[in-house]
């Protein structure tokens, strides 16, 4: 298997791994893929200590960096005070909230004063100032990739991975996403499916890989969302993306850090068991359902409230501009149209001319299209199976990352 991928990054199998764990990195860059790590939870030392071992135990093969970098975050973040700042911007309504969730379930709450006392970071590295202190120290290392994982890649990230000569990535859930972010400099696109783990979009990676391939052309575009095998690779290669990019996968393997307890429940749920929940950021996720999302998800929940008052004015919204258009009809593309008057269907049935539906021609018309389409895509049956061969060659050759059951 050779994809454009392949051949920019020099590596084997068109498989880009996303862990926070070192050890999965190493691993899947070892078998002829790509690592990446996730950096967001690294302050800059020990960034600096996890690619310094990651340097160590791949000889010289590629791998990447993921760094979180969000559009927007509180102002309190910003100005810095530790973990303390950030908690006071919680309200109160959130904590009495948590307070009652903790005791219903017989859970003692954090001890938020000992983390105070410690002098925690609270969570600077996604802060414009962290996170360029993180992309300082990702590009002091022979790294292939940088990523972009929440938002387009800041001016200041794309400028200093040119001066090394790093290419950009960015992950993206609509096509409006993609060319927002290749116009601000990114050289890869990841096209990431609802199916995903972790924050996620909600169209279906289906439908949105072969929409972004087509809007970004000829910018490669990694598929992203529910592909963990080699047929799910090789589909994704057929809709037209350049490789794949994996995360939850990794979670379940011998090399990663996950706690036992959690990788007998993710080897144990099904595709039912997973929701699309705030409850951990603040931002769509995906997650294994629990009866922590399901508080969070109930309407005694602070945040489905606000969510909900979310909802109600982004529909108002949504319906003050569409009452904007129909009242400047000159502002649409069909503005002429938008002026006609309307008829009545009564009046459509009486001035429609009698004989003139052709409906055969049209349905010939239809299937001679669809079996252009059918032929174009059969052309090739050779090539198809071979693709698949290959990426099914790609799982094997990461034996030793299959997931271990419990």
């Not at 509180?74 to 911007?89: F, N, P, V």
């Not at 993206?172 to 116009?183: D, L, M, N, S």
Request: charged share 25%; glycine share 12%; aromatic share 4%.
């Amino acid at each position: 298997m050779n994809t454009e991928v392949c051949r920019r990054f020099g590596i084997e199998f068109p498989l880009f791994a996303f862990s926070h764990c070192r050890d999965v990195v190493a691993a899947v860059t070892n078998a002829g893929g790509f690592g990446v790590l996730g950096a967001v939870a690294y302050t800059p030392d020990r960034l600096e200590e996890e690619l310094r071992w990651i340097d160590d135990h791949v000889d010289g093969r590629p791998y990447g960096v993921d760094v979180l970098v969000p559009a927007k975050i509180d102002e309190s973040a910003e100005r810095g005070g530790g973990l303390g700042a950030m908690l006071a911007t919680v309200s109160e309504e959130h904590w009495t909230f948590l307070a009652g969730l903790f005791e219903k379930y017989d859970v003692p709450l954090p001890d938020f004063e000992k983390a105070k006392r410690a002098n925690s970071p609270g969570g600077p590295q996604v802060t414009k100032k962290g996170a360029t202190e993180l992309i300082d120290v990702s590009l002091a290392h022979p790294i292939g990739l940088i990523a972009s994982a929440l938002g387009t890649p800041p001016p200041l990230m794309v400028e200093k991975a040119r001066a090394a000569g790093v290419p950009v990535a960015a992950l993206v859930g609509t096509a409006e996403h993609a060319r927002r972010q290749v116009a601000e400099g990114a050289d890869l696109i990841v096209a990431q499916g609802g199916e995903a783990g972790g924050h996620t979009g909600e169209i279906s990676t289906m439908v949105l890989v072969p929409e972004i391939v087509d809007t970004v052309a000829p910018v490669p575009v990694l598929a992203a969302g529910g592909i963990a095998t080699g047929r799910q690779m090789a589909a994704s290669l057929a809709l037209g993306a350049s490789g794949v990019w994996c995360g939850s996968v990794w979670l379940t393997t011998e090399e990663a850090e996950t706690p036992p307890q959690v990788k007998e429940k993710l080897l144990a749920a099904t595709s039912r068991d997973t929701i699309r929940s705030r409850s951990r950021t603040g931002k769509p996720a995906r997650q294994l359902r629990s009866a922590w999302t399901d508080e969070w998800e109930g309407p005694a929940s602070p945040g489905a409230r606000h969510a909900a008052a979310d909802d109600r004015r982004r529909g108002r919204h949504a319906a003050d501009q569409q009452g904007r258009r129909v009242r400047e009809p000159g502002r649409a593309a069909a503005g002429e149209l938008l002026r006609r008057p309307v008829r009545r269907p009564d009046e459509h049935r009486q001035a429609r001319p009698p004989g003139r539906l052709r409906h055969g021609a049209g349905v010939r018309g239809r299937r001679g299209t669809a079996e252009r389409d059918h032929r174009g895509l059969t052309g090739g049956p050779s090539r198809g199976r071979r693709d698949q061969a290959s990426a099914t060659g790609a799982n094997s050759r990461c034996s030793s990352l299959r997931p271990r059951r419990m």
